[in-house]
C-alpha cells in the first residue's frame, strides 16, 4: 500500500496540469498530495537547479487543503483547480517576499496581490513559491539575479534563459507543472525556448500588469509557462482579462485559446517566414531544426510562405532606447525611503545622499547600466535623437508586422538564435547578450502575442530548439492552433513530449 | 551620434541617484558608448514623417468613477517602511548643507 | 499701499508677469486611485499601493477630475484639445512616491483660453485680458514635515512624510505673459487669483480653500527698461494666499529692479516666497541643473475628449462670475468699489440666496455686509462658516416688519444663533426677545414715568414735543428695551392728548 502511493506521488510530478486537475476533480488524488509531490521535488533537485526563491510549505500545503475543501464543497471549479504553479518573483504577492531578483527588495513582502495572483487564487490554482529571474527581468540568462543563477535542467552548466529563467527551469524540471512568467523583450519565449517548454506572450494588454513590478510598461506582458500547448492554454484563459485597474488593458472578450488548442489544425493556413529572422548569427542546428518543424507544417497542410520585415533590423536599437527609458522611471521609486532595504542613513547624510547609497548597494550592475543608458536617452537634447526616434521606428515595426499579416495568418521564426550558453560566456559584453533577444523584441515593440514551443534538439550540442509564432493583437488563439498541430505532429514521431528526454535530477 | 563622456556619466548617475565609484565611472562610460554606438543605425531610419508609438495598442479615455475604495491599513503601511515615526515616513534631512 | 520703491520701479522699469496656479480639485478620490481626498485626516490613512508608488502598482484616471478640468477649460474660454495625454516629470523628491510626478506635458487637455479680471484703480475699473496658455491635470505631492531646527526645511535633521495629500487631483492654469499692466502688476495678478478662484468655486470643481493649501501660485516676474525687450524672469514659488500674490510680485519688483539699478544682471532661478516677511529668497541654483526627463506616461492611455462630450459639458456650466457681477451689480445699483467689497468677503452667494429667500435686497446686503462681515471679522472666520441661514434672516425680517422685533433685538437674536443657542425662534424665547406689545402694560409704565417726572410732562404739553425723549427712553429702560419706542411714544402722545 504505502509503495504504491510512493508510485503515484513520484509520478504525480511528471504529469500535465490537465491530468492532475482532473485527477483531483475526479478524486483520484487530492490537491495536497499533488503539492505535496511538487514540494518534495523542489526539496530534491532545487539545490541544483535554483529556480525558486521564496517556497514555503506549510503556507502551500494549507491553501492546497482549502482548495481541497473548495472543490469538495463545489465552490472552486476551474479547469486547474487544486493544481500547483509557480511565480515569477516579479508578481506582488501580498505578505509573501517578493525581491524582482533585487538585493534592493530584500526582505520586502508586499501588502497586496496583483490581479493575476488572484485569479489563480479564485481558480484554485496553489502557489508554490516565488521564481528566480534576472533583477527586475533585465537580462536573457537569470545570471543578473541578485541570488544567484539559475541552471538550465538540459545541463547545469547552462544558462536556463532570462529573465524568467527560473520560472522555465521549475518547469522543465518538474517541480512545477506550471508558472507564470513576464516577457518584455522574450523574457518567457526565450527561457521556454533553451529550456524545452511552451511560453506565451499574450497580446500586451491581454494580461492585466496590475501588481506586476514594472520594467518597461508599455513593453511588459505576463503570461504562461507550461510543458505542453494545452497546459499553456488552460492557464492563459485563467489570467487573461480585462481589469480595471490596469488602464491599457484590453476590454474585450479573451480569444478562445482552448478552443483552439484542442482543434490543433493548420490545414489552409498560412504560414510567414520572417526572412529578416534566420540565417547570419543563428546557430545552424536551430535552423536545422526550425527547417524540418516548417517542413511538418507544410506536411500538415498549411502553406509556407516567406515574408519580408524590413525594419526588424532595427528593432534591439529601438528596443534597447525605450526599454532603459521606462526603466530609468519605472525604477526610480526604489530609493529606500518608503519600503525595502535602506543605506547609508547614519544621521548624517542628506536624503539624496542616502537614496544614492541605497541604490548603488541594491541595484546589480546590469541595472546600473541600463538607467544610467535611459536616463541618457530621455535626458533634454536627446531625447529626439533616442527615444523619439525609438518611438517612431516602433511604428514602423508594427507596419511590417500589419503588412505581414495581410498575406499571412501567423509568422513564425527560431525563438532564439542560438541553444543554451554557458553560464558566464556572455556575462561581459552585454551587446552579445542583448542579441539573443533579437527574434523576440520585434513582437514587444508591436504589443503582438506570439508563442515559443520545443521543435526539437540541436545535433551539434543536444539541447533544446524553440519555434517562435506570432499572431496578430488578440489573436492569440491562433497561436495555440498552430502550436497544438505542430506539436501533435512532433509528439507522434518522438513518442512522448520533448522535455521527457531531459536528463535525470 | 555624439559619443558619451566621463563627465556626462557623472551627470547622470546624479540625475538617477546612483552613487558611482571611479572604476564604474569608466566602465559605464566605456560600455554606455559601445552600445550606444551599436544601436546608432537607428538614427539613420529617415522617419521625419512617421509618427511615433508610444503605446501598441491604440486605445483611449479608459477612466475611473469617482467613487472611494478602501486603502490600506496604517499598521500595514509601517511594516513595510524602513523607517516610521510619528505615523509618517521618516527620511534623513532634505538639503545638502550639513544640519 | 505705493511706496516710492515702487514708484521708482515703474518710473524706469515695465513689468511683465506670469502666474501658474495649481488648484486641488474637489473630487471625492483621487486623481489615479480610490483614495479619499478629505482633508485633515489621521496622517497615512488615505493612502494604497497606487499613491503609495509601491512597486507593481498602476494608475487609473479619476473621470471626474477629467471632467472638471474640461469644465475649467471652457470657463477659461480655452480649446479643449482633442488629443491630450499624461507624461511623467521624472525628479527625485521624498515627497514624491514614485519619484515622478504624472503631470501633462506638451499635450495639456486646454489650450489657448482668457480670463477677464478688473482692477479698481483712482480713475475707476479697468479690465485686463490675462491670455491663458494651457491648463492641465496632474497629481499632488505628500506632505512634509520638518525634524529638528525650526521645523523649516533648513536646519532639519530628518523629515516626516504623510502621503494622505499625495496623488490628490490638481489642475495647473498657466497664462501667458501679462505685460502692459505697469503700476497694476501686483493688483492684475490678485485679482487674476481671485478671479480663478471665483471661477472654481462657481463651476463646483473646487471650493478652494486656501487656509488648507488647496491653491497655490508660482509667480513669474521680469522687467524690462521701458521701451526696451523683456528682461530675465525668477519664479517665486508656492506663494499660497492672495494677499501673498500681490506683495510676491511687488517685492520681486522692487528687488530686480535694485539690482538692474547696480548694474547687476537678474539670474533665472528659482525663488521662495516667505510669507512672515513678504521677502523672496533664492533657491537652491542645482535645482536649475534638473532634467525632468518627461516622456508619456505607458501605463496610460491618451485623453482624446469627443465634440460631444464636450457639449454635454458645456452645459454644465454656470453663469461665469463676471458676468454674474455685472448683472447684479446693475439689479442692486451699487458701485464697482461696493461690487467688489462684496466678492472679496465672499458674500455674493450669500447675498443672493437671502434675496432668493424672500428677503429684500437691500436688508440682505444690510445684514451680510453690516451685522455679519463685523462678526466674522471678529472672529476670524469667513461669512459661510458663520451658521446664519437665509431663512433665518427672512424670519427676522418678518418680524420687523410685523413689528415684533426691533433692529437691535433682531441683532440680539443673530448673535444668539451665531453663537450656538438655537433656531431664530428658540433664541427669541431663550434670550426673552419679543418686542412688549401689549398696550396696558404700556401705558402703565408711561403713566409711572409721567408720575415720576411731572415737569417733562408740562414741557410736553406745552409744546415742547422732544422732551418726549425722556419719557420714552425711561418706558425703554423700564422695558428692558423690548418696546417698541415709536410705539411708546404715539401712545403717550395719545395719553396726554396731543397730535403730533
Ligand atoms: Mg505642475
Ligand atoms: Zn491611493
Redesign the interface.
Known sequence: MTEKIHTIESDLVRQSAATLASAIRQGDVTSEQVTAAHLDRIEQVDPAVHAFLYVNREQSLGRAREVDRGIAEGKISSPLAGVPIALKDLLATKGIPTTCGSRILEGWRPPYNATIVERLEAAGVVSLGKTNMDEFAMGSSTEHSGYGPTRNPWDLERIPGGSGGGSAAAVASFQSPLAIGTDTGGSIRQPAAVTGTVGVKPTYGGVSRYGIVALASSLDQAGPCARDVMDTALLHSIIAGHDPRDSTSINSPVPDVIQAALSADVRQMKIGVIKQLQGEGFQRGVLERFNAALDLLAGLGAEIIEVSCEHFQYALGAYYLILPSEASSNLARFDGMRFGIRRGDDGSNSVEQVMSATREAGFGAEVKRRIMLGTYALSSGYYDAYYGQAQKIRTLITRDFESAFSHVDVLVSPTAPTTAFKIGEKLDDPLAMYLNDIATIPVNLAGNCAMSLPIGLAPEDGLPVGLQIIAPAMADDRLYRVGSALEAALVDQWGGLLIEEAPAL | MSSIDREQVVHLGRLARLELSESEVTHYTEQLDQILGAIAAISEVAAEDIPPTSHPIPMTNVFRDDIPTPGLDRSVVAEGAPAWEDDRFLVPRILDEPA | MTSTAFDNVIAEFEPVIGLETHIELG???KMF????TEFGG????????V????????????????ESTIRMGLALNCSIAP?SRFA?K?Y???DM????QISQYDEPLCINGFLDVTVITEDGPRVFRVEIERVHMEEDTGK??????AGR???????????NRAGIPLIEVVTKPIAGTGSLAPDVAKAYVTELRELMRALGVSDVRMEEGSLRCDVNVSLARTGESWGTRTETKNVNSLRSVERAVRTEMIRQAERLRDGNRIVQETRHFNEETGNTTSG?S?EQAE?Y????E????????SEEWISELRTTLPEIPSVRRARLQQVWGISDFDMASLVNAGALDLIEQTIHSGVSEQAARKWWMGEFSRIANERGCDLVDLTVQPLDIRQVESLIASGDLTDKLARSVFEGVIAGEGSVAEVISRRGLKVVSDDTSLIAAIEQALAEQPDVAEKIKSGKLQAAGAIVGAVMKATQGQADAAKVRGLLFELLGISE
Open positions: 473630487t471625492q478620490t486611485c480610490g483614495c479619499s489621521d496622517p497615512n490613512t488615505h493612502v494604497c499601493p499613491c503609495l508608488g509601491l512597486p507593481g502598482s498602476m494608475p487609473a484616471v479619476n473621470r471626474t477630475a477629467v488629443w511623467r521624472n527625485f523628491y521624498p512616491p514614485k519619484n515622478y512634509l514635515t520638518h525634524g529638528g531646527g526645511i533648513h536646519g532639519a535633521t530628518h523629515s516626516l512624510v504623510d502621503y537652491r542645482k532634467d526627463r518627461y516622456f508619456p505607458p501605463d496610460l492611455i491618451p485623453v482624446a475628449p
